[in-house]
């Protein structure tokens, strides 16, 4: 088998006590002796895919250095100066953990921006194709990874199989919902289940770590209205940031107080969840990773008095964006269709639908970012793809 051209070295030198690899595609990598010895992975290190190390920074001296090195086909081997510990490093791993400004950016996953006429490129997934083949299944979440959502279709059309859809994504984060029927009730405690429509949010922002991917199942719709619509919240912030960058940058930076306070019954403590966390968040690249946006649930606010007028200047600017009828698509769901979406970068709503008997009846639940990530990555595994891990948005956790 021919050996990617990016992963032979060419030449491999000590210079100032660094390794530097100059690779046959042309590019060149520059190692710090400290980050090799950390990474060190044989026997008596440990990895850190497992977290069984035996390595300790502290016990790493700060002049260490490589006192001989050698190049095999596919492997680097170094011979430190404090003990003379041989560490051998694949080709492969050291060019797909290069930290140049150009391998990191190349590892980085950039999200594709959509408005409603851009998101008709996003087809649905047959959800028993993607149940039965991993590659389909990968497609489906990989789709979710670059646009935020993917609707599914040919979905179970009973409340008794609703963790089927959930188990294609990863397992089921518990929260005092749990997997959750959307309707018609006598007490609405949840404003999914009134019959008005819906601007586009986020759920569950009042949780100091927020709901990930969101699971929704339509096992009976109404026929008369509800309608789900999507929009991607990245874009919207985009365009805050292009035409008002001052106020992008407050809503960046400034905590806002969320609550959400549930009753459940006379035998049940209540809940009462309170999070303060700006809207938007920003990586260490300074692009945007995650948000989350309910006006609904903002509480009082507890900023500086000479802020407040500022800051509602931004969230005005920022919801008028976010309402716009420009940047929405709409989706009338049928029975046994359904959508996967980030629910910390797409937000959702509804059409106004008829009140009636039998009454509409959507499943939502969630899962967790980390979840998600981790079953592309490990499907990505299975299927022999080839190249660096890439770097996914953190989302919303601080």
């Given at each position: 088998?021919?050996?990617?051209?990016?992963?032979?070295?060419?030449?491999?030198?000590?210079?100032?006590?660094?390794?530097?690899?100059?690779?046959?595609?042309?590019?060149?990598?520059?190692?710090?002796?400290?980050?090799?010895?950390?990474?060190?992975?044989?026997?008596?290190?440990?990895?850190?895919?497992?977290?069984?190390?035996?390595?300790?920074?502290?016990?790493?001296?700060?002049?260490?250095?490589?006192?001989?090195?050698?190049?095999?086909?596919?492997?680097?081997?170094?011979?430190?100066?404090?003990?003379?510990?041989?560490?051998?490093?694949?080709?492969?791993?050291?060019?797909?953990?290069?930290?140049?400004?150009?391998?990191?950016?190349?590892?980085?996953?950039?999200?594709?921006?959509?408005?409603?006429?851009?998101?008709?490129?996003?087809?649905?997934?047959?959800?028993?194709?993607?149940?039965?083949?991993?590659?389909?299944?990968?497609?489906?979440?990989?789709?979710?990874?670059?646009?935020?959502?993917?609707?599914?279709?040919?979905?179970?059309?009973?409340?008794?199989?609703?963790?089927?859809?959930?188990?294609?994504?990863?397992?089921?984060?518990?929260?005092?919902?749990?997997?959750?029927?959307?309707?018609?009730?006598?007490?609405?405690?949840?404003?999914?289940?009134?019959?008005?429509?819906?601007?586009?949010?986020?759920?569950?922002?009042?949780?100091?770590?927020?709901?990930?991917?969101?699971?929704?199942?339509?096992?009976?719709?109404?026929?008369?209205?509800?309608?789900?619509?999507?929009?991607?919240?990245?874009?919207?912030?985009?365009?805050?940031?292009?035409?008002?960058?001052?106020?992008?940058?407050?809503?960046?930076?400034?905590?806002?107080?969320?609550?959400?306070?549930?009753?459940?019954?006379?035998?049940?403590?209540?809940?009462?969840?309170?999070?303060?966390?700006?809207?938007?968040?920003?990586?260490?690249?300074?692009?945007?990773?995650?948000?989350?946006?309910?006006?609904?649930?903002?509480?009082p606010l507890d900023m500086p008095g000479d802020s407040i007028e500022s800051f509602?200047?931004?969230?005005?600017?920022?919801?008028?964006?976010?309402?716009?009828?420009?940047?929405?698509?709409?989706?009338?769901?049928?029975?046994?269709?359904?959508?996967?979406?980030?629910?910390?970068?797409?937000?959702?709503?509804?059409?106004?639908?008829?009140?009636?008997?039998?009454?509409?009846?959507?499943?939502?639940?969630?899962?967790?970012?980390?979840?998600?990530?981790?079953?592309?990555?490990?499907?990505?595994?299975?299927?022999?793809?080839?190249?660096?891990?890439?770097?996914?948005?953190?989302?919303?956790?601080?």
């Open positions: 088998m021919t050996i990617d051209a990016r992963y032979l070295v060419k030449t491999a030198r000590v210079v100032d006590c660094h390794l530097h690899i100059s690779w046959v595609d042309g590019h060149s990598s520059r190692y710090h002796p400290m980050w090799l010895r950390h990474q060190c992975e044989c026997d008596d290190c440990g990895s850190s895919l497992d977290g069984v190390r035996g390595i300790r920074i502290h016990h790493i001296p700060e002049d260490i250095h490589p006192i001989e090195t050698v190049v095999n086909d596919e492997t680097v081997s170094i011979v430190w100066n404090n003990d003379r510990h041989t560490s051998d490093y694949c080709t492969r791993w050291l060019r797909d953990n290069c930290y140049s400004d150009r391998e990191r950016a190349a590892r980085k996953h950039l999200p594709s921006l959509w408005d409603r006429i851009s998101a008709e490129r996003v087809d649905p997934v047959d959800f028993v194709a993607a149940e039965s083949d991993q590659s389909v299944r990968l497609k489906c979440l990989e789709t979710v990874a670059d646009y935020g959502f993917c609707p599914l279709i040919n979905m179970p059309k009973d409340l008794s199989e609703s963790h089927r859809p959930i188990a294609l994504v990863g397992d089921q984060r518990t929260t005092h919902y749990g997997t959750y029927t959307l309707g018609k009730k006598r007490k609405v405690r949840n404003v999914g289940d009134v019959t008005g429509p819906l601007d586009p949010h986020s759920d569950e922002t009042y949780r100091m770590s927020t709901i990930g991917i969101t699971v929704f199942q339509v096992l009976r719709p109404s026929s008369d209205g509800g309608a789900s619509t999507l929009m991607d919240g990245f874009e919207a912030v985009r365009r805050l940031r292009e035409s008002f960058p001052d106020d992008y940058e407050l809503l960046c930076r400034t905590p806002v107080t969320t609550q959400r306070f549930d009753d459940f019954s006379d035998d049940a403590l209540p809940k009462w969840y309170v999070s303060r966390q700006p809207w938007i968040k920003v990586d260490e690249d300074n692009d945007v990773c995650g948000v989350r946006i309910n006006e609904r649930q903002i509480a509602y200047a931004a969230l005005r600017r920022l919801m008028q964006i976010v309402y716009d009828p420009e940047l929405r698509i709409t989706f009338p769901l049928q029975a046994g269709e359904g959508l996967l979406f980030n629910n910390q970068r797409v937000l959702h709503g509804r059409t106004a639908y008829k009140a009636e008997q039998p009454g509409r009846s959507v499943l939502t639940s969630s899962v967790d970012l980390e979840e998600f990530y981790s079953t592309i990555r490990v499907l990505k595994l299975q299927q022999g793809h080839t190249g660096p891990a890439l770097r996914y948005a953190q989302g919303m956790v601080f």
